[in-house]
């Protein structure tokens, strides 16, 4: 293999390949802390409701405001789950984690770079390898078509 060929798959790995794992794996993790925390907050919202509707039951302290809380937090609960579902918090990260996994699988070492591989030049090779991540990343792109079409259709059948 040339020293310019070998120089130009060191970048390549280093600034498409790397770069963009670090950015899907960054997503993916973002979104998962968003699906937690989300589900967290509103577990607990339910909780606080449970505990205001006991105490509104009891009547210590100040029923009507004990009643109040433990009607609204409910809706406040729901409406942060109808958020994360309407944003897909879920579905983005595993699109993201589908997208780490095609691109880590494709972007395998080239074995043997300085032989030819099944009486291919190694340059020939490199291409190959490019094609196939390229390809990953493509997949990857229309993926979110997918997803656009799926909460559309989701929508219309709301409305």
Same mark, same amino acid.
């Given at each position: ?33 968003? =699906?937690?925390?989300?589900?967290? *907050? $509103? +577990?607990? &919202?339910?909780?606080?409701?449970? !505990?205001?509707? @006991? ?7 100040? =029923?009507?405001?004990?009643?109040? *809380? $433990? +009607?609204? &937090?409910?809706?406040?609960?729901? !409406?942060?789950? @109808? ?15 589908? +997208? ?6 494709? !972007? ?18 490199? +291409? ?32």
């Amino acid at each position: 293999m040339s020293e310019h060929s070998s120089q130009l798959l060191g970048y390549y790995r280093k600034y498409r390949v790397d770069d963009q794992l670090r950015f899907y794996a960054g997503r993916r993790d973002l979104f998962d802390r968003a =699906t937690s925390q989300g589900l967290a *907050v $509103s +577990a607990m &919202l339910l909780g606080l409701a449970s !505990a205001a509707g @006991a105490l509104a039951g009891t009547h210590v302290g100040w =029923t009507e405001v004990w009643s109040s *809380v $433990s +009607a609204i &937090l409910p809706a406040v609960s729901t !409406a942060l789950a @109808a958020y994360l579902a309407l944003y897909a918090f879920d579905q983005q990260s595993k699109l993201y984690g589908d +997208a780490v996994r095609a691109v880590q699988a494709a !972007a395998r070492p080239v074995h043997n770079p300085t032989f030819g591989q099944g009486g291919r030049l190694p340059d020939e090779n490199i +291409a190959d390898f490019v094609e196939k991540v390229e390809g990953a990343f493509r997949k990857e792109s229309a993926q979110w078509g997918q997803l656009t079409s799926q909460i559309q259709i989701a929508d219309k059948a709301k409305g």
